[in-house]
């Protein structure tokens, strides 16, 4: 979507709105901790993000992927930057192909600084001389597909001390066919609201969202407003000085003074902020709490997981759970699929993933992080206490959970742990919810006026012991649960969810996928977005298993470590249960409430 519609429909709603701008960080650590941050902060609800492209496009290639995975993994609306600097238009033309077949509809056009390590900027062959160039040529080249930002200057540019031609320059822009403008960052709200009404006495009336960017440390404040010639007001600096070698209180002072700008400008109609967040978050969040800024529930969470905005998932609004915690492992591993559930999963047998060895399955950290992080397990025993350590949330990873466990787990935090002690490693759950509001902050997902549903669910690796005790549990006293089991070879799926054949005879394994999380709103049919699918269970039981295998791969051939995580992977089962009785929430924990035999026998012997 365009960003223009997007700030159409916020003030149409006479609500505020706001954004977020990242840049490319230099190291693929960097860019994995980015990713993080980036998901984190989708919970803010900023209408859109942009990423930075370095002079001379020497940044372009990460630049790319990440606005990449921002649209198609996070569910981010994207807006690319381009610039001028050592850009001919053979390259501009590369990566504005790739941004559209990336579903990338936003660019923000610049002239860029000059190339590093020249004082002064200068034209390549066959490149543009100013933005207003390259908006005119991304108009020409491709009529309305995209939105094309441009960038204002409420101090006038630094090269320019004209100010008057500086606005000539901003209108040219516009002219050139510019859909909104973002401001090069201020601490003057008065500069900023004088410029603004310069703008539009001038004719120039498409959206300015001021660029505010807090106050971090007071080193790297006064760089910035040295390098951007940014002035500063006296009372910032007086409050600044006595403070200047505290880090955490020029924070502080950097979230209040943001917040009272932005109320400032607020009072006189403004409504929309961009904020450089450095790659941040922490005072980005303390400013929009301060404001009491907060999205709505069905932009934040239009689905209970983000739906992807690559142009061809413009319909998907249905997902196997299993992928719940590794979302961008299944975006590789259904890149290549034409089409995507839209209302219904379909046929069980129909889903083609993309086989595990043609994209890779990795761990998301360095060998060296993962160690820091998982240390040397040599038993069992040692391995559950990993998993339970993730569970009251003093771990932040496992191979298959890329971040923390969300706060809905919190209702269900201690059983998860107490089932880890007993043996189940649990990679991904789900507690009961029984017609909770839309709005609900914690499980509301979809439209306004809606109530929605989930029946639990866990996920977990166990023993052939423990498994043999829990099944013949099921089989006695539980009649709502189902399961499904594989091993790592998937010779054998040990499941329950069986019916009777039409003529009377053996019983066959039922294959239609089992809809856990659905919603209720008011004009639609009952919207299932998230289920158990047997047949994705078996795709997904590759990638599972393969990352026990990673892990293994930490530590030497023969060591303690090696041998006791292979161990679980060559015999144990990946299982998944649902409780059907959704409005019981505790029926699916009562299924483990006599496994400490199971573990006696073999699940975590050595504890």
């Known amino acids: ?18 954004s977020f701008e990242y840049f490319p960080p230099k190291t693929e650590a960097g860019v994995v901790n980015l990713y993080d941050r980036m998901e984190r902060m989708y919970t803010l609800g900023p209408e859109f993000i942009d990423v930075t492209w370095n002079a001379g496009g020497s940044s372009s290639d990460v630049t790319m992927q990440v606005c990449t995975t921002a649209q198609a993994v996070y569910g981010l609306e994207t807006c690319m930057h ?24 936003n660019i923000l056009a610049l002239r860029g600084d000059p190339p590093r390590g020249e004082a002064n900027w200068t034209k390549c062959e066959t490149g543009f001389s100013y933005a207003a160039d390259l908006v005119k040529y991304i108009r020409e080249q491709y009529g309305d597909y995209f939105c094309i930002g441009v960038a204002g200057y ?13 606005m000539k320059h901003l209108k040219d822009k516009c002219d050139a066919g510019a859909d909104y403008i973002v401001t090069q960052l201020f601490y003057d709200v008065d500069i900023f609201l004088n410029w603004h009404a310069e703008c539009r006495k001038i004719g120039i009336t498409l959206p300015i969202l001021p660029g505010l960017m807090p106050i971090q440390n007071y080193g790297g404040f006064k760089r910035m407003t040295s390098m951007c ?117 379909g046929d069980s047998r129909s889903p083609a993933y993309g086989e595990i060895d043609g994209y890779g399955v990795s761990l998301k950290h360095s060998a060296e992080e993962c160690l820091e992080l998982w240390n040397h397990p040599e038993n069992e025993s040692q391995i559950a206490d990993l998993f339970i350590k993730y569970c009251q949330n003093e771990l932040s990873v496992l ?70 005790k829990l099944e013949a549990r099921i089989e006695a006293s539980h009649p709502f649960i189902t399961y499904y089991a594989v091993d790592k070879h998937g010779r054998e799926m040990r499941t329950n969810n069986k019916t009777s054949s039409p003529t009377g005879g053996a019983q066959q394994q039922l294959q239609a996928p089992t809809a856990v999380t659905w919603g209720v709103f008011p004009g639609q049919e009952i919207v299932q977005p998230t289920i158990v699918d047997p047949v994705s269970f078996q795709s997904w039981k590759d990638e599972a298993f393969e990352l026990w295998n990673k892990w293994a791969a930490l530590y030497a051939e023969g060591s303690k470590s090696r041998r006791a995580l292979q161990g679980i992977c060559d015999s144990w089962y990946l299982c998944n249960v649902v409780s059907n009785n959704y409005k019981d929430e505790h029926a699916i924990f009562d299924i483990f409430g006599e496994a400490e035999d199971a573990v006696a026998a073999g699940a975590v012997a050595s504890r």
Request: glycine share 6%.
């Open 82 to 105: 381009l610039t001028c600097t050592n850009m001919p238009r053979e390259k501009i033309d590369i990566a504005l192909n790739d941004a559209k077949a990336a579903g990338i509809q």
């Open 154 to 166: 409420p101090e006038g540019h630094t090269e320019n001390p004209d100010k008057e031609q500086d």
């Open 1 to 18: 979507m365009k960003i223009t519609q997007k700030i159409a429909k916020a003030d149409a709603e006479d609500r505020c709105f706001w």
């Open 229 to 345: 010639s940014t002035y500063v007001p006296q009372h910032i600096y007086d409050a600044l000085e006595p403070i200047k070698e505290d880090d955490k209180a020029v924070k502080d002072y950097g979230v209040q003074l943001a917040i009272d700008m932005c109320n400032k400008m607020k009072a006189t109609g403004i409504n929309g902020f961009h904020f450089y967040t450095l790659n941040l978050e922490r005072s980005t969040r303390l400013i929009l709490e301060g404001l009491k800024f907060i999205a709505p529930i069905e932009q934040v969470r239009p689905l209970p997981w983000n739906p992807s905005l690559a142009k061809n998932r413009e319909k998907e609004n249905v997902r196997p759970i299993f992928w719940r915690n590794r979302m961008k492992s299944y975006i590789m591993r259904t890149e290549s699929w034409d089409e995507f559930p839209n209302g219904r999963w």
């Open 399 to 468: 191979p298959w959970c890329d971040s923390q466990m969300s706060g809905e787990s919190d209702a269900i935090r201690s059983r998860l742990a107490q089932i880890n002690a007993r043996g189940f490693l649990t990679i991904n759950s789900q507690p009961a919810v029984d017609g909770a509001p839309s709005s609900d902050p914690l499980y509301g997902w979809g439209p306004k006026n809606g109530y929605v549903y989930q029946k639990a669910y866990l996920e977990f690796f166990v023993s052939p012991a423990a498994l043999a």
